[in-house]
């Protein structure tokens, strides 16, 4: 379909009072601006037609008029070549459905959370690589498909959307899950295959209305290829990595003291308090639930992406004196758990945890109205009340 011929398809039904146009399979490039005539379309189909084959549609954008749609219901731009959205999107606040797969976008605008009446996005083999903390905004959403992404995280605001049904994140880069994740009991369908998971948050066992879960693929996480194979037996799955938890010796445990890593013998002067370099002896251990919480939400944070990341966030005075015996690793989950294991029982001279600092300070650099400021705030009140607890 040629120029002339769409804008005249579009007056017509302009005219008529269209609720439905069907553009599949017409070798568009461009969509005129004249389309934000069409106030009345309910659907509009922008696709592929598979059952009526045709020269597959490739729109690089959209126009802005895409946003005088208001009554819009389904819009379908599937199979194209789009790698931006405009902010206009945000005013098609009827919409339920929107199918953007197999497109070429990186990112999200952040007007996509005013889409709240949504119950379908479908988001898959796209090059996605971060998602915009406005997601959590779209409470109506009751399928989400992210499939074939490039996510190595998930805004933590993702586990707001209290009435997803599925989720697919298969053939993604995640190492880590929202700790939260537990706060979507209507989910049905949890696709994780082929990502980089090597743990999932306690908070997962809070998923009982879960029926499949697909973790296969992941190549290090701790459970046998015969039971991920099961993957709609989800709670049979879930119970095998809660067991697997339990027959694990805890990375933190009692008596367990630092040989190797030493801040040094001597105190150092940070201008506020004097530090002790050496481990504290008698620590009780951190529980299961809290440490997997903590490593959950550390993956989530931009300085675990390398060394020198890391150690440019420990020029903050509070915990600099650590900073010199920082353990080097390859990966950010191996970084995670070095951190934790490195700093856990190291207190200042006045009785602060360095462990608890650290999160104090992650915290302040994370957005304050991001939802990762608030998680690693309350992280670090549950590890003090917890370390405070355990007898010396």
Not at 347 to 369: C, I, Q, R, S
């Amino acid at each position: 379909m040629n120029r002339e011929e769409l804008l005249a398809l579009i007056d017509k039904a302009a005219r008529e009072g269209w609720t439905e146009l069907d553009l599949r399979s017409q070798g568009l490039t461009e969509l005129p601006p004249e389309i934000g005539r069409l106030t009345t379309l309910e659907k509009l189909d922008l696709g592929y037609g598979w059952e009526r084959p045709g020269a597959y549609n490739r729109l690089t954008t959209l126009p802005p008029e895409i946003g005088q749609l208001t009554t819009l219901r389904s819009l379908d731009l599937s199979f194209n070549q789009l790698t931006t959205l405009p902010p206009e999107i945000g005013q098609l606040t009827a919409l339920t459905d929107l199918g953007l797969s197999s497109n070429h976008l990186t990112a999200l605008p952040p007007e996509i959370g005013q889409l709240t009446a949504l119950t379908d996005l479908d988001l898959s083999s796209n090059h996605l690589t971060v998602l915009p903390p406005e997601i959590g905004q779209l409470t109506a959403l009751q399928f989400l498909f992210l499939d074939s992404n490039h996510l190595t995280t998930l805004p933590p605001e993702i586990c707001q959307l209290f009435v997803l049904r599925e989720l697919n994140l298969c053939g993604n880069a995640l190492t880590a899950l929202p700790p939260k994740i537990g706060q979507l009991t209507t989910l049905r369908k949890l696709n994780l295959r082929n990502n980089d998971l090597i743990a999932l948050p306690m908070g997962i066992r809070r998923l009982t209305n879960l029926q499949t879960l697909d973790l296969q693929g992941n190549l290090d996480f701790p459970l046998p290829p015969e039971i991920l194979a099961k993957t709609d037996a989800a709670q049979a799955i879930i119970r095998a990595y809660l067991d697997y938890l339990a027959t694990q010796k805890p990375l933190v445990n009692k008596n367990s003291v630092d040989q190797t890593s030493v801040v040094g013998r001597q105190q150092h002067n940070t201008g506020q308090t004097s530090v002790v370099g050496r481990p504290q002896p008698n620590l009780g251990g951190i529980d299961d639930a809290l440490l997997s919480d903590l490593h959950a939400a550390l993956l989530l944070c931009p300085p675990f992406t390398s060394d020198a990341d890391l150690r440019t966030l420990f020029a903050d005075k509070r915990i600099y004196p650590w900073r010199d015996d920082l353990p080097q690793t390859n990966t950010p989950a191996a970084r995670v758990r070095a951190v934790v294991d490195y700093l856990h029982n190291r207190y200042t001279t006045t009785g602060d945890n360095a462990l608890v600092l650290f999160l104090h300070v992650l915290a302040e650099h994370a957005p304050h109205e991001d939802a990762l400021h608030t998680e690693l705030r309350t992280l670090a009140a549950d590890l003090e009340r917890a370390l405070t607890a355990r007898p010396v």
